[in-house]
C-alpha cells in the first residue's frame, strides 16, 4: 500500500504561489489505474476536493473554486505528483492532503490511502 507524504506547505500573501508535492514513500508502488488527488480541509468544514489526475493517461479534474489558478500533475518519476496553486487567496487557507484510490471521483471517501497533510497559510 503507498504511504503518501506532502511537502511545500508554508504561508504566503494573497495573489502568492506554492506548489505542493505529494511522494509515494512506501513499499507498495501506486497501480497505473489509479486515481490521485488533493483535498484539502479548513477548520469547522469538511474535506473537499480540490484536484485529481488520472495516473495513466493524466486526465485532469478540478474543483470550480481552484479552476484556472491550480495544476496538477505528476513527476517524471513514478509515485510523484504535484499540485501548483498560483493567485492564492484567502479562503485557500487549509490543510492540504494528497490521496490515492481505484475511482475517478470527488468523494473523499473513495479513497483508500492519505498522505498527513500540509498546512497552507494565505494572508489577506
Known amino acids: 500500500q503507498a504511504q503518501l507524504v506532502e511537502s511545500g506547505g508554508g504561508s504566503v500573501q494573497d495573489g502568492g504561489s506554492l506548489r505542493l508535492s505529494c511522494t509515494n514513500s512506501?513499499?507498495?508502488?501506486?497501480?497505473?489505474?489509479?486515481?490521485m488527488a488533493w483535498f484539502r480541509q479548513a477548520p469547522g468544514k469538511e474535506r473537499e476536493f480540490v484536484a485529481l489526475i488520472r495516473f495513466h493517461g493524466g486526465s485532469q479534474l478540478y474543483a470550480d473554486s481552484v479552476k484556472g489558478r491550480f495544476a496538477i500533475s505528476r513527476g517524471n518519476a513514478k509515485d510523484i505528483m504535484y499540485l501548483q496553486m498560483n493567485n492564492l487567496k484567502a479562503e485557500d487557507t487549509a490543510v492540504y492532503y494528497c490521496a490515492v484510490g481505484s475511482q475517478y471521483s470527488t468523494n473523499h471517501r473513495e479513497y483508500r490511502s492519505w498522505g498527513q497533510g500540509t498546512q497552507v497559510t494565505v494572508a489577506s
Open positions: 512506501g513499499p507498495g508502488r501506486i497501480l497505473s489505474s489509479s486515481v
